[in-house]
């Protein structure tokens, strides 16, 4: 028996038409009881061979014994000698240890320990909507991926480094998996393990010696400002249109757009914004509030609808923060006023939506209102990092202002030239012929 066999757990079900059959063929005479005594001698010795790594011996000499190993952690070796008269004393043995009432904890496999790993993780996240995306992620990479069968089905003592390697890259050549793609895929397993690791079923945590080369991830290149971004006066035309709309339609809504612009808050931290938030006398604006997903699972694993309310609560659990807000940050603040108050309502909340839908609506109609090429609101803070940026803004002021907890992200993520290709030509042209200027 090879030792470095790969296993994979076989199901047997009892079928009792087949059952009937073989009933009736012994009947007959056609195969004796003896055949049949056999027969589950070896399909029992079939599931064993699936599963244990150790080879089988039969003793020589006058010692005439079947022997093996089994994993005992207790042992410096971690492996424990098990000694039958009889090889079928032997595969009794280590069938009854394998798929017995018994059987071992590591013989578990990610499919079977899943469901008690989920119910621990719910009590351990902040936020149910966590737990939906490594839900989603098992279903996506492990449960409905053939590439993953092996590997969910091989008992969790026996999963080795090499294994979940060579896994690894197949699922990243078959996915075309970015370095974030990928990490995202791997944290279920490396989760899964460390709770095995925490029930003193393992000892270590073979994802976790796992490193794949970076030139095998697909790269991200960093997309177009014009995709990316708002310029100048697609801004000012948007602003326009949203006191236009808001002013023929009467729905307040529309100006948490120019309100977006001139803050670079996220959508939902906008749509978390009471009228206690603003302090007009120190120029601020209080984020300490946002409007989240809420998820709800039952016993099941069934998630239900999601739904949105506002928290306190802002994104990775932040700390709340000042945001400095110019003086039309208050005059918009004092026509969402009015055009409430004209409604009869006089709620303590800014805008009144149920999900961020409602906004990405309007900003969609003002596009295409103004012809400008559609993009979401989230480019609008893009927008906003940038043209700071772009202004010399002192970096960590930006940082600060925008919520991000490193610069780097700023930086890396958010920041674009807000400038069109004809002002950058014209600059550059400037530039050189001064320089041109200079030395004639």
């Not at 790969?6 to 003896?34: R, V, Y």
């Not at 004393?89 to 989920?118: C, H, N, R, S």
């Not at 490594?134 to 969910?152: A, C, G, H, Q, V």
């Not at 807000?418 to 400037?430: F, G, I, P, S, V």
Request: hydrophobic residues 35%; charged residues 30%; aromatic residues 10%.
């Amino acid at each position: 028996m090879n030792k470095t066999r790969k296993p994979a757990i076989i199901q047997f079900q009892p079928q009792t038409e087949a059952e009937s059959i073989l009933a009736g063929l012994i009947g007959s005479g056609i195969i004796s009881a003896d055949d049949m005594k056999n027969a589950a001698i070896m399909n029992k010795k079939t599931m064993i061979i699936s599963v244990h790594p150790y080879t089988i011996t039969k003793g020589k000499g006058k010692d005439t014994r079947w022997a093996t190993y089994v994993e005992d952690l207790d042992k410096p070796n971690h492996r424990r000698r098990v000694v039958k008269k009889t090889e079928a004393e032997l595969l009794e043995y280590l069938y009854e240890l394998y798929f017995g009432p018994k059987a071992v904890p590591g013989m578990q496999t990610l499919l079977d320990i899943y469901p008690e790993w989920f119910e621990y993780k719910k009590i351990k996240v902040a936020r149910l909507n966590t737990l939906h995306r490594y839900d989603n992620d098992f279903k996506r990479f492990y449960l409905n991926e053939p590439l993953s069968r092996e590997l969910i089905s091989t008992p969790i003592y026996m999963l080795k480094k090499l294994q979940i390697e060579k896994w690894a890259y197949s699922m990243i050549h078959q996915h075309d998996l970015t370095r974030k793609a990928y990490m995202n895929m791997i944290t279920p397993l490396r989760q899964m393990l460390d709770y095995m690791i925490d029930k003193d079923i393992i000892s270590v945590n073979p994802v976790r010696n796992v490193h794949i080369d970076k030139g095998h991830f697909r790269p991200v290149r960093k997309k177009p400002a014009k995709t990316q971004i708002f310029f100048a006066d697609e801004k000012d035309q948007l602003i326009a249109a949203a006191y236009q709309m808001a002013e023929e339609t009467g729905d307040e809504n529309f100006l948490a757009i120019p309100l977006f612009f001139l803050t670079g808050v996220r959508i939902g931290e906008c749509l978390g914004l009471s009228y206690d938030d603003f302090d007009e006398d120190l120029h601020t604006i209080r984020i300490h509030r946002s409007l989240i997903v809420v998820d709800t699972v039952d016993e099941n694993r069934n998630w239900g609808k999601r739904e949105y309310r506002v928290e306190e609560y802002l994104k990775k659990n932040a700390e709340e923060r000042e945001v400095i807000a110019t003086d039309e940050c208050f005059e918009i603040v004092d026509k969402v006023r009015a055009l409430q108050r004209a409604k009869g309502n006089y709620s303590k909340m800014l805008f009144n939506v149920r999900t961020p839908n409602n906004l990405q609506r309007k900003l969609a109609k003002l596009c295409k209102m103004t012809k400008i090429e559609e993009r979401s609101p989230h480019k609008i803070r893009k927008t906003y990092i940038s043209t700071l940026i772009n202004q010399m803004m002192d970096l960590d002021f930006v940082r600060e202002q925008v919520g991000h907890k490193e610069i780097q992200t700023t930086l890396n993520s958010y920041t674009y030239s807000t400038a069109r290709t004809e002002k950058k030509y014209a600059d550059l042209t400037n530039i050189f012929d001064n320089k041109s200027q200079k030395k004639a």
